[in-house]
């Protein structure tokens, strides 16, 4: 499984950007996926995470209400929809599958919260200037 994200950019404080991860498999619907990023200095973090069909997404607090994930199974795409964007959200983003439609969204989520992926993607940078 492959899984590539790309979409970054550099967005003002208040703005908003999509990004996007591709995942290279013709079973890539039955993944789930979870978007991570890392600031400069600081370790990897989960920002959110969606269940293989789309029909379950979680969140980490810091980012609720102003990010929204979402999938195209179709198009073999998971989103992440970034709005009013801060300065605290400057970092390369990661995407990464997080076991199969075989896993209760539950386990998923506790999977997410521990960075127990199965494949990583690469990295888009994000800047959020002031």
């Known amino acids: 499984v492959q899984l590539q994200a790309y979409g970054g950019g550099l967005v003002q404080a208040g703005g908003s950007l999509r990004i996007s991860c591709t995942v290279s498999d013709f079973t890539s619907d039955v993944y789930a996926v979870g978007w991570f990023r890392q600031a400069p200095g600081k370790e990897r973090e989960g920002v959110s995470c969606i269940s293989y069909n789309g029909g379950e997404t979680y969140y980490t607090n810091s980012v609720k209400g102003r990010f929204t994930i979402s999938r195209d199974n179709a198009k073999n795409t998971v989103y992440l929809q970034m709005n009013s964007l801060k300065p605290e959200d400057t970092a390369v983003y990661y995407c990464?599958?997080?076991?199969?439609?075989?896993?209760?969204?539950?386990?998923?989520?506790?999977?997410?919260?521990?960075?127990?992926?199965?494949?990583w993607g690469n990295g888009t940078q994000v800047t959020v200037s002031s």
């Open positions: 990464a599958s997080l076991g199969s439609n075989y896993d209760l969204f539950h386990s998923i989520i506790i999977r997410f919260s521990l960075m127990q992926v199965d494949y």
